[in-house]
């Protein structure tokens, strides 16, 4: 057989599929030590190993097979597929809302290259409309990518960038804002431009997916309808993120940008709000508010853009017997900022003061949050909290580590003078800090236990 049916295949993954005759893209059945399984084979990705068989199952998932437990092949049957997503025009409807979806390189629509691996993004509305045709019963769709990078490679250039088109793009007239993003760092941007974008008369809505298109669990799809909903139809005009709310596909949901966070690595409900309840959940009849109080659609044009930020800001997350060079290497390298995300009510350890006081020394401003992300920083109750206050450090109520460290480069990128700093820091745009927590803010329940088990058996999980 030619190499070109055994395509990335190589060493002794090769050699067995050429034994038996079994081709890329043939259906299969392999006989194993651990059973039998059957699907197509898959091409390989160049910088994968030589032991293994990658193979599509009938659910629709990949597996991998160690060759060193197979002891026959035999190909059923035979037809290449081509994983293109099908591009057709978008068509636009006089009576739906006009959306700007701006893509950053997350991975809402996408399909698998197998001959690399990587996952490669669908973005043009005809892609767009191809792979999630219910979007053109939605809104009508068009489409800008401003960066092409993975949500870990995002930061103070993306985010004055982004607040910058966002302002643009309100100007122009959209009724809404739809940003595709990466999982990883979502809640980053969002209150980079919930600072940055204020005022705003439109919904400005932050959407990604815990899973690529190409799987049959996927949430992309759904996610980008949901967001596309309430960007053009709904009434809260912030910035928000919009995820699955449970890990089934029953409806999304509206966290505000400034308290919302990354929950789980893979999870399909990953985002959560904290310390308060979500905004709204959606579906594709609309959005249902959760919380009485948001910021309401308008038919004005009007924007504040603020993109401004201070990259020499640096966040640390406190460990027992953490050393003062932490603290000292960071002023050393002209860090203008630091956020401590502190034990209990927001502590430290006595080693570290002689370095908080010089770094206040040097005019490095210090805010303290609390690890335990649900609470508020109480520095009054211990003699470590007075004391740390006496040294320079200024409680941030309960701000989120991820959020004070986003508003502090924000602030510091304004000025550096230590009373507004602190006016600007402690001063809410959307509820970073809230006066209070609401009883159901805070809700984790622990599985095993009886009460809990028995709702999870009456509902969902």
């Known amino acids: 057989m030619s190499e070109d049916f055994f395509q990335g295949y190589k060493g002794d993954a090769l050699e067995i599929l050429k034994k038996f005759s079994v081709r890329v893209w043939g259906q299969a059945s392999i006989n194993t030590t651990r059973g039998v399984f059957r699907g197509t084979i898959l091409p390989r990705s160049e910088n994968d190993d ?19 437990t197979v002891t026959d092949m035999q190909e059923t049957g035979y037809k290449k597929a081509v994983y293109k997503i099908p591009e057709k025009e978008f068509p636009y409807s006089p009576g739906r809302p006009n959306v700007k979806l701006i893509g950053t390189g997350g991975t809402i ?32 769709l068009t489409t800008e990518k401003i960066f092409a990078v993975f949500s870990e490679n995002m930061g103070p250039e993306q985010y004055k960038k982004l607040a910058v088109v966002i302002g643009q793009e309100i100007e122009k007239g959209a009724d809404g804002i739809v940003i595709g993003h990466g999982t990883d760092t979502l809640h980053h941007t969002a209150a980079a431009l919930t600072f940055m974008v204020q005022n705003a ?38 910035v928000m993120v919009c995820m699955f709310g449970p890990t089934s596909d029953e409806y999304g949901f509206l966290h505000r940008g400034t308290r919302v966070r990354k929950m ?13 309840t979500p905004l709204a959940t959606v579906t594709r009849k609309g959005v249902k508010p959760i919380k009485p109080l948001y910021n309401h659609r308008r038919k004005d044009r009007n924007v504040s ?7 020499k800001v640096a966040i640390i997350y406190y460990y027992p017997n953490m050393q003062p060079d932490m603290i000292d290497s960071l002023v050393e ?9 502190g034990t209990g009510l927001g502590h430290v350890n006595k080693p570290l003061y002689p370095a908080i006081v010089r770094a206040a020394e040097k005019g490095v401003h210090m805010y303290m949050t609390v690890q335990t992300l649900w609470g508020y920083v109480h520095m009054f109750v211990y003699d470590t909290g007075r004391d740390l206050m006496a040294k320079g450090i200024i409680p941030a109520e309960n701000m989120l580590p991820e959020a004070a460290y986003i508003k502090l480069g924000w602030a510091l990128g304004q000025t550096d003078d230590p009373q507004e700093v602190r006016r600007l820091m402690l001063t809410p745009v959307n ?14 329940y622990q599985g095993g236990v009886p009460e809990v088990e028995e709702f999870i058996r009456k509902f969902h999980k």
């Not at 030589?50 to 060193?68: E, L």
């Not at 789980?264 to 308060?276: A, P, V």
């Not at 509820?431 to 809700?443: C, H, S």
């Open 305 to 311: 853009i603020l993109p401004y930020f201070e990259e």
């Open 201 to 238: 008369p439109v919904p400005i809505v932050l959407v990604g997916s815990q899973r690529s298109s190409d799987r049959p669990s996927s949430d992309a799809a759904l996610n980008l309808m949901h967001a596309c909903t309430a960007a053009g139809h709904g009434d809260i005009a912030e």
């Open 333 to 341: 390298n002209g860090y203008r900022g630091i956020v401590i995300a």
């Open 431 to 444: 509820d970073e800090i809230t006066p209070r927590e609401p009883y159901n803010g805070y809700l984790v």
């Open 50 to 68: 030589d032991q293994h068989i990658v193979m599509k199952i009938p659910t629709g998932y990949n597996v991998g097979i160690d060759i060193r």
């Open 109 to 140: 629509a996408s399909r698998l290259d197998y001959r690399t691996g990587a996952v490669i993004p669908a973005f043009s509305p005809g892609e767009l409309y191809g792979a999630v045709p219910e979007l053109a019963d939605i809104c009508n």
């Open 264 to 276: 789980h690595s893979s999870y399909r409900s990953t985002f959560r709000t904290l310390g308060d």
